[in-house]
């Protein structure tokens, strides 16, 4: 079946360490994000890929960094620039340019310790 | 700008009651609607959505309007169930890319 997959559910890291989270798709979609979810903020867009080798910055882009070198995979890498980084990302896909909806992973939730 | 304003939760309702939450949205021109649901610990999945005015979306008993003179896209359910426990987000999408999500509002309930 085809989906999203985000790898690991929970990761901890220590602070001042930078973390990569995965995110691989199977849907041949051409855009991909990732979303920060924070309790009662709901989904805060971090980074969006409409294509290969192009990404763009969302509303919250500072401490984050990301890769599109090949249209399955999105990593979003958490630096140790990033202030407050304990939440829950969620990485999402959609076809062209998401008229239809996105598709989104599981979700990731990360835990500075 | 564009923003969606969903009604706060959390909201309890015993099983078999009828079920509104309410979604008013601020966008120029004429935006796509949605709503997506939300499991423990999992991501977000598509329910419903309406593409112009007047549009009804449905999907697994749930139903919502597009309203465009009221700015609404309300989400009803005429008979809730204990498995439809979750936090519902209300979202919109401009022309480009990205979606405005709405804060979510969580629904338990009760058998």
């Known amino acids: 079946d085809g989906g999203i997959t985000q790898s690991p559910k929970y990761l901890f890291r220590k602070e001042g360490q930078n973390v990569t989270l995965s995110c691989e798709q199977n849907?041949?979609?051409?855009?991909m994000y990732w979303y920060r979810q924070d309790p009662g903020q709901g989904l805060r867009l971090i980074y969006y890929?409409?294509?290969?080798?192009?990404?763009q910055k969302g509303d919250i882009a500072e401490g984050y960094s990301v890769s599109r070198e090949k249209k399955e995979s999105f990593p979003l890498t958490v630096t140790s620039a990033q202030k407050n980084p304990t939440a829950f990302y969620l990485c999402?896909?959609?076809?062209?340019?998401?008229?239809?909806?996105?598709?989104f992973g599981s979700g990731t939730r990360l835990t500075v310790v | 700008g564009n923003s969606v304003t969903q009604m706060e939760g959390p909201v309890t309702l015993s099983e078999e009651a009828f079920l509104t939450i309410n979604c008013t949205y601020t966008?120029?021109?004429?935006?796509?609607l949605f709503w997506y649901v939300q499991y423990p610990g999992e991501g977000l999945q598509l329910l419903l959505k309406?593409?112009?005015?007047?549009d009804k979306g449905s999907n697994k008993g749930f139903e919502a309007t597009y309203r465009k003179e009221t700015t609404s896209f309300h989400l009803e359910k005429g008979s809730v169930q204990v498995s439809d426990s979750a936090v519902y987000f209300c979202?919109?999408?401009?022309?480009?890319?990205?979606?405005?999500f709405g804060t979510g509002t969580s629904l338990t309930v009760i058998p």
């Open positions: 999402a896909s959609s076809i062209g340019r998401g008229i239809y909806g996105y598709t």
């Open positions: 849907l041949n979609h051409d855009a």
């Open positions: 890929s409409q294509i290969v080798n192009d990404f």
């Open positions: 966008a120029t021109g004429y935006p796509s």
């Open positions: 309406a593409t112009k005015a007047d």
């Open positions: 979202a919109l999408r401009r022309t480009g890319n990205q979606f405005y």
